[in-house]
């Protein structure tokens, strides 16, 4: 990935007329939008020097060889942190630009416990790196009182372990990116169909630590639905934890690391439950009247279980610029109401009879068939937002994702909170603000929501949406909403885990801390409050 955008500088979306317009007229973005700002080079970046001492440069690198111990400006860079927009504005600045003091790429888990075990005695915080998509500060380089701090970069473990065809069970290093995930297990027949819109970066080790959610999570559930064993290397020792599908022996130790994020110990392996390679998928999109309809009818599919591997609703907003369809922003290809995305996968006799049941639940709930195209046209677009958001930012425009989830009785309540607090925040700051909105993770009892905002650069923008981002948390907690969805905590979220999970919840996390991590080196400043 480039060191300030998203991926692939030849996958890099430029801002279509329409979406030109759409700036101009309704944001007031003019700067930039008739000649984007050139971004800064390596070359131009002052980066804080290396706090690593010659002595522990050198235990390191014995450690995993001189090789696999970067120390230079670019491979630092490379892992400064992740890729919100706090992190690409930043990056956009000449001034002096934080980074790891060292990026260390071990090979086995014996390198990872030397490593462990080297920087616990002398002082060294240790920040556990995958993809380096994070939008929540999970991989900010953060010392705090530590003399130094690594990045332990695990892109060396990418293998698969073994497949167990019969069970459905398959064992992938935690440096297996999201595509060659599905590379190895499809050589044999199998996927596992997670696919967040960081899928093409992040990797298995990351989706675990950060219990993400992906796009076909209606079909195949949460990454924390497929994980049937974990393992990691503590400071303390290895923990190798789930021993069957199911199981009563106590507490599940399982969800220690899942959603841990490297506090408590580095992922090396992950056991997860796999499935054969769908025979066919059906596709078709939806028109809702209103957002309040397409709701009620997401509910009524989810409720009695009919089944789509994708069930997604964008608001009215959304829909009328089409960012659901992203080759399309901001041309009126769809014009009013709501759409709705489904897609079935599976025997063929399976998605035909699980499409019938939803489609049969749709009409009656008020949806009007779009057919197969703009349904296959967000499949099609579904990663390339990001690289959107690239361009946004250097015409001068804001832009950046929250997410949540609450019960059905309570989207209207927390939907309209969160864009009111992101609208007066922003407004506030000099700039109208476009607030988009869509559900794409359904459950029996409630669904995600993911906010897209967009709006002009006012002053200091890294503030400007520091501001706008505290506002819209402040909703989320008060409304009754869940302060991340699938984004994770960082550094961004953690104000607000005390809010999340009470004073005893902070005092059991700190308690695990201590137990795995006495000397507190393991990815200081995130998730515990």
């Known amino acids: 990935m480039k060191w300030d955008a998203w991926g692939d500088a030849a996958a890099a979306k430029p801002l279509s007329d329409g979406i030109r317009s759409l700036l101009e007229q309704a944001l007031g973005v003019t700067r ?4 984007e700002t050139a971004p800064l080079g390596v070359e131009d970046v002052t980066v804080r020097p290396s706090a690593l001492s010659r002595d522990d440069h050198a235990a390191l690198a014995g450690i995993v060889g001189e090789r696999y111990c970067l120390v230079d400006d670019v491979g630092r860079l490379l892992h400064a942190g992740g890729k919100s927009t706090l992190d690409l504005l930043r990056r956009r600045d000449p001034a002096r630009q934080d980074a790891p003091d060292a990026v260390l790429i071990p090979a086995d888990e014996g390198q990872i416990a030397e490593i462990l075990r080297y920087c ?34 695990l892109r060396r473990l ?33 996927s596992l169909g997670h696919f967040p819109q960081s899928f093409c970066y992040a990797t298995i080790g990351g989706f675990a630590a950060t219990r993400s959610s992906g796009q076909d999570s209606a079909g195949y559930g949460r990454f924390d639905d497929m994980v049937r064993g974990v393992r990691a290397v503590t400071p303390a020792g290895v923990l190798d934890v789930g021993r069957a599908p199911a199981s009563a022996a106590g507490p599940d130790l399982r969800q220690l690391l899942v959603g841990s994020e490297g506090v408590f110990g580095v992922i090396t392996r992950v056991r997860l439950r796999v499935h054969p390679i769908p025979e066919v998928t059906r596709y078709e999109a939806w028109s809702f009247p209103d957002f309040a309809t397409g709701a009620t009818a997401l509910r009524a599919v989810t409720q009695t279980g009919s089944g789509p591997t994708v069930i997604r609703l964008s608001d009215e907003a959304e829909t009328a610029v089409n960012l659901a369809t992203t080759e399309t922003i901001g041309e009126q290809t769809i014009t009013g109401g709501c759409l709705a995305v489904t897609v079935f996968e599976g025997t063929a006799a399976h998605a035909e009879s699980r499409h019938a049941e939803t489609r049969a639940l749709l009409l009656a709930h008020g949806g009007a068939s779009l057919g197969e195209e703009p349904a296959k046209a967000w499949e099609h677009g579904r990663f390339g937002a990001p690289y959107l958001r690239d361009s946004l930012l250097s015409a001068g425009a804001l832009c950046e994702t929250l997410e949540t989830a ?55 923008p890294i503030e400007q949406w520091r501001t706008a981002k505290a506002a819209a948390s402040q909703a989320i907690v008060r409304a009754g909403g869940t302060i991340t969805h699938h984004h994770a905590v960082g550094a961004d979220h953690r104000p607000w885990m005390r809010d999340e999970i009470g004073d005893l919840g902070a005092e059991i996390l700190r308690a695990v801390k201590a137990a795995v991590d006495p000397a507190g080196i393991l990815n200081p400043g995130k998730l515990i409050p």
């Open 32 to 35: 930039g939008v008739r000649g």
């Open 120 to 153: 616990g005695v002398h002082g060294i915080a240790v920040v556990p790196f995958g993809g380096g998509t994070s939008v929540v500060g999970g991989l900010d380089p953060i010392r705090g009182d530590f003399a130094a701090v690594v990045s332990l970069d």
């Open 158 to 190: 990418d293998a698969l372990h073994w497949l167990d065809e019969v069970s459905g069970e398959a064992e992938l290093g935690a440096g297996v990116t999201g595509p060659d995930a599905e590379r190895l297990l499809g050589e044999q027949g199998f």
């Open 406 to 460: 609450t019960t059905w009785s309570n989207i209207p309540a927390l939907k309209a909170a969160v864009t009111q607090a992101l609208t007066d925040a922003l407004t506030a700051s000099g700039t109208s603000a476009l607030v988009l909105c869509h559900i794409s993770h359904v459950y029996p009892t409630g669904a995600s929501l993911y906010f897209t905002v967009v709006a002009a650069q006012r002053g200091n």
